[in-house]
């Protein structure tokens, strides 16, 4: 690879007296001392003006069908070219991508990747026929200033833009990304502002807020949640985030329940029983939301998508695969109802 570093003066920052300068982009807001960096640690401050280290540093780029993000409401069946770059601003004891997204926080602040330019990554996207560009496999709010410049260069170019996303971002980020992104699959770990703290120390308020504020700016959404045994996959705890995802998001907001698999530094526990994520299922569609997947379980009937009206199935997957797909014009042919999402 490539390792040399580009940086550039970061977005959404200010100045401070004594050098120091507050960064606004995640909603640590951050206070960096002159040669510091942030708890990202991709962000650095020198001599008071904060620069980004990831900017043209790719550690990772991959085509992958628009499923794994997961995405199940957009551009169904379609390839989506995924980029990453070191570094996350959680840090979450389960991370399933631990090696890249606490890559600096293990490797004394190393941030490694190959130098490509946003005009690079449009074109490579574009020459393997993928219809969208994903920001994903670490979070895409660290390396904001390469994601802003290539969804900017995307869109001129007919491919739509998704975050996959912790969602601890400010509103200022989502405003300015807003006009480019189209989507996002967000995480929501838990909905105890204990487990945010105790295992990402972060806390829950945040993401609930920037959900909000993405709905409001017109992103589609899409919920995530890693059901881990014994700490969010209480009957009350999912009854509760359930009903926000509906009440607040709007019930057709897709919800993704996903199987824990021991990882990074939680490794006290087994995976997620099928019976626990089924029975979650069952809790999202009892709140009234329209459509409830199961997430790292082949073969399990909630990897489809059925009708909210009729309930036949629509979409007939298998992993990552689709088998059928008769939604058209973004409606069921059995009903008429229209299905929610972008370019069904």
Request: charged share 20%; proline share 5%; hydrophobic share 35%.
């Amino acid at each position: 690879m490539r390792i040399r570093i580009i940086t550039v003066e970061a977005l959404l920052y200010e100045k401070l007296d004594s050098n120091k300068v507050k960064c606004n982009l995640c909603s640590h807001r951050c206070i960096i001392k002159d040669g510091a960096r942030g708890i990202c640690g991709v962000r650095e401050n020198t001599s008071g003006t904060l620069e980004t280290l990831v900017y043209q540093n790719v550690i990772a780029r991959h085509v992958d069908p628009i499923e794994k993000k997961p995405l199940f409401h957009v551009s169904p069946g379609s390839l989506s070219y995924s980029i990453a770059t070191v570094g996350c601003n959680l840090k979450c004891r389960f991370c399933q991508n631990s090696e890249i997204a606490q890559f600096p926080a293990e490797n004394r602040m190393s941030v490694p990747g190959e130098n490509i330019t946003p005009e690079e990554i449009v074109e490579d996207a574009l020459r393997h026929g993928c219809k969208s560009i994903s920001y994903t496999y670490t979070e895409p709010t660290v390396y904001f200033e390469l994601a802003l410049k290539t969804a900017a260069l995307a869109t001129k170019k007919g491919l739509k833009n998704v975050f996959v996303t912790n969602g601890y971002m400010t509103p200022d980020a989502i405003k300015m990304i807003a006009p480019f992104l189209d989507a996002a699959n967000v995480d929501l770990k838990a909905f105890k502002n204990d487990f945010y703290k105790t295992l990402c120390s972060a806390g829950i308020e945040p993401v609930k807020e920037a959900l909000i504020h993405m709905k409001s700016n017109g992103i589609f959404i899409e919920v995530t949640t890693l059901l881990i045994p014994g700490l969010n996959d209480q009957a009350d705890e999912l009854e509760q985030l359930a009903s926000f995802i509906a009440t607040s998001l709007g019930k057709e907001t897709p919800w993704h329940i996903s199987r824990f698999h021991p990882a990074y530094r939680l490794t006290d526990r087994g995976p997620t029983p099928v019976q626990s994520i089924v029975g979650a299922r069952r809790i999202g569609f009892k709140a009234g939301l329209r459509y409830v997947y199961t997430g790292n379980i082949i073969g399990e009937e909630g990897e489809s998508t059925f009708c909210y009206n009729c309930k036949k199935c629509l979409i007939d997957r298998y992993g990552y695969t689709i088998k059928k797909n008769i939604i058209h014009n973004s409606r069921c042919p059995f009903c008429g109802s229209v299905i929610d999402g972008i370019d069904l």
